[in-house]
């Protein structure tokens, strides 16, 4: 180690008697260049993308554009088909709300208050109507709770006139049954 030592006292000797010859010396103009040239950081190539290749990329976003306009048809008709299919039951308990009302209807027209139990009824199939658009988009989970609420609307209206029929009778053919409730 003290050989090695030794060699770089003097190396280091020597770099401290020479300085003043390593501060003049500057490479040439040459040199410089040189590395100027290794360290420049070549641009990127513009590339030109083909007509062909723009076609084709065109082509799969209609594609996909296609494809995303088919699948939301095909959800909203699955929607649809779920709503007829849960509505089906409906359709026939309307069928029997509406030939009931329309039978006590008939045998109200004569009663002095008709007027005023028409547009309690009215009121009745807004409230009817507007439970239906609900039903079309309410949640799956909430579907079974409007349409309760839709049948409950008819039976009140059936209930409202069955009242008004058994208070329009004379009261001797009146029935003794107890009064239906709301």
Do not use: C
């Not at 008709?77 to 009931?100: H, I, K, P, V």
């Amino acid at each position: 180690m003290d050989k090695r030592r030794m060699e770089m006292d003097g190396l280091e000797k020597f770099i401290a008697d020479q300085r003043g010859q390593f501060d003049e010396e500057k490479p040439s103009a040459k040199v410089w260049e040189g590395i100027v040239d290794e360290l420049e950081v070549p641009q990127a190539k513009v590339r030109k993308i083909s007509p062909n290749w723009l076609r084709a990329i065109a082509a799969v976003g209609l594609l996909l554009l296609g494809a995303g306009i088919g699948a939301f048809a095909v959800v909203q008709n699955l929607e649809n088909r779920d709503t007829y299919a849960e509505s089906a039951g409906l359709g026939e308990l309307e069928d029997y709300y509406y030939q009931e009302v329309n039978q006590m209807v008939l045998q109200l027209a004569s009663n002095p208050d008709f007027r005023s139990i028409q547009e309690e009824l009215s009121r009745i199939d807004g409230d009817i109507s507007e439970l239906k658009r609900e039903l079309k988009l309410v949640p799956v989970q909430s579907k079974e709770q409007v349409l309760q609420s839709i049948i409950s609307a008819y039976d009140n209206k059936v209930q409202m006139l069955e009242r008004v029929m058994e208070h329009s009778k004379p009261f001797e053919q009146r029935t003794h049954e107890a009064p239906v409730n709301m």
